[in-house]
């Protein structure tokens, strides 16, 4: 085979690899996914941190996080309590967080990393999550909680907050709004993920910031498993029909030799029936020809030179094409002559003029 036809089968077999990961694998796996846990992308404990609140940053050490991060200590807010804890254990960044609605409904908890959501229709609407994001929405449409462990050592809260005397929103667009009007909380709509989750499980919004690591994360599940179809598909068509038409190419290859050599041997073998003992015992020497089988060959050659021989007589611009036809007439009818009398379905040019020869020295 040609190094083109190998790297072709070499990539239908990756994509038959990576098409069987995906719907057999990955994407059922996202979809099995019940209650979750954010995975936070790997960090560095010599750098520092940067915890975000919608447009509030703080920026903290390795050492602080493992005692526990308070919000307070570095954006304090009367009368407001932050609903979440942060901390770093063993190299893991780790969040918890108690979410309520402005009716004191629990809408969503987070323990070390470990989240779930409250079954109540009258809190929450759906949530939806990959493995290091995680977004629940309320009846109105708005993104209540959202929680991203990004790279590079930042964690981002956002959402809207009730607290005992205080309300706080914040927003994807890092702006952070303290006791906002109720209009501002009913227009908030800036999601992470796409909805109904059911459909859409593990999509990020188009043009997603927060697309991190493969692209597969801005995908659902059941997109996942149907790119993992359609991959194992064309992985499957593409090895299968160049293995194939290689396999072909070789057969035929090796077959048209071996014939071509049987032709030569065979056609060989023929004319030297004719042509073997020449001198001795004449052109006809490996086949005897018959009075009868004379007199019908015979017979069919007066007839091609009735019709063709009149037509030489012309002196115009179509002789030469006459003569042609003739010269090719002949040829076919001896040709076509000489192989019925062998046997055989190829003769030499040889083997047919020995024939013609023999006809018409040894039969008249």
């Not at 077999?13 to 098409?19: A, C, H």
């Not at 598909?233 to 299968?240: A, D, S, W």
């Not at 007839?303 to 006459?322: G, I, R």
Request: charged content about 20%.
């Amino acid at each position: 085979m040609s190094v083109k036809v190998l790297l072709v089968i070499a990539l239908g077999v990756i994509m038959i690899v990576v098409g069987t990961y995906l719907f057999s694998t990955y994407g059922p796996h996202l979809l099995a996914i019940e209650t979750g846990e954010l995975i936070p992308f790997q960090v560095d404990s010599q750098k520092d941190f940067d915890v975000q609140m919608g447009g509030i940053h703080a920026i903290t050490t390795a050492t602080e996080l493992s005692s526990g991060f308070n919000f307070s200590q570095y954006f304090y807010i009367s009368g407001f309590n932050y609903p979440f804890q942060i901390s770093l254990s063993s190299g893991k960044l780790l969040i918890s967080a108690e979410i309520r609605d402005k009716d004191g409904n629990v809408v969503a908890t987070i323990t070390k990393n470990q989240w779930g959501v409250s079954n109540n229709p009258v809190a929450t609407l759906d949530k939806n999550y990959n493995s290091y994001a995680f977004e629940v929405i309320t009846l109105g449409q708005i993104p209540i909680l959202q929680v991203v462990m990004t790279p590079e050592n930042r964690i981002f809260v956002g959402g809207v907050f009730y607290s005992t005397n205080s309300t706080m929103i914040a927003m994807l667009n890092d702006t952070t709004i303290i006791n906002p009007e109720e209009s501002e909380i009913s227009n908030y709509n800036q999601m992470i993920f796409q909805y109904p989750s059911d459909s859409h499980l593990g999509k990020l919004v188009e043009n997603s910031p927060y697309a991190f690591g493969s692209a597969l994360m801005i995908l659902a599940p059941t997109e996942i498993i149907n790119i993992g179809y359609v991959l194992f598909g064309i992985g499957t068509f593409v090895t299968l029909v160049v293995s194939v038409n290689s396999f072909k190419k070789r057969n035929s290859g090796k077959s048209g030799r071996g014939q071509k050599k049987k032709t030569e041997q065979k056609s060989k073998k023929l004319s030297l029936r004719f042509y073997l003992s020449e001198d001795k015992k004449g052109y006809n020497s490996g086949k005897k020809l018959d009075k009868d089988q004379c007199e019908r060959i015979f017979k069919r050659w007066n007839k091609l030179e009735k019709q063709v021989l009149p037509l030489l007589d012309k002196e115009d611009s179509e002789k030469t094409k006459w003569e042609k036809k003739l010269e090719s007439d002949y040829t076919l009818f001896w040709m076509h002559e000489a192989l019925k009398k062998a046997q055989e379905t190829t003769i030499s040019e040889k083997f047919a003029d020995g024939f013609k020869k023999a006809i018409l020295e040894k039969c008249t």
